[in-house]
């Protein structure tokens, strides 16, 4: 009988332990995803990317599918920029039109911004971008 009440308590504490996989020291902080949670607001919230939240968070799927209710999550240091210029991604962005709005080229965007694709097709509405002028690059 004590084996059998041993045994439930530690798998009680394996069970519960599953979702804290966010206790490193690369975390400059940690949060308890909550009802309705998904990566692109919770990326947003914190200034980060949603590559960084799923680079820190490798049980995260590609999708962001898999979040559940309770679950702790490393939330990673938000990127220094060097202009200290940020866009947030609207609907409808690509990256031509970013750097054409801020005055830059999409080159000088994509080294401030190395999450990018070549094609530019992984842009997160209310993601936060860092963004460069080609001035403020150092060649």
């Known amino acids: 009988m004590f084996a059998h009440i041993q045994?439930?308590?530690?798998a009680t504490a394996l069970?519960?332990?599953t979702h804290v996989f966010?206790?490193?020291?690369?975390?400059a902080t940690n949060y308890t995803?909550?009802?309705g949670d998904i990566c692109s607001t919770i990326a947003s919230q914190f200034n980060v990317t949603i590559v960084a939240l799923e680079t820190a968070n490798p049980q995260i799927n590609s999708d962001c599918t898999n979040l559940d209710i309770g679950e702790v999550l490393c939330i990673p240091a938000a990127p220094t920029c060097p202009s200290g210029?940020?866009?947030v991604v609207q609907s409808g962005?690509?990256?031509?039109n970013i750097a054409?709005?801020?005055n830059t080229t999409v080159e000088a965007l994509d080294l401030s911004n190395p999450q990018i694709d070549a094609n530019c097709?992984?842009?997160f509405v209310g993601e936060v971008e860092p963004l460069v002028s080609e001035q403020s690059l150092v060649y």
């Open 7 to 10: 045994l439930v308590a530690w």
């Open 15 to 17: 069970g519960s332990m």
């Open 22 to 27: 966010a206790q490193s020291s690369s975390c």
């Open 33 to 35: 995803v909550q009802e």
């Open 85 to 87: 210029v940020t866009y």
């Open 93 to 96: 962005d690509v990256c031509i």
């Open 100 to 102: 054409n709005m801020f």
């Open 121 to 123: 097709d992984n842009l």
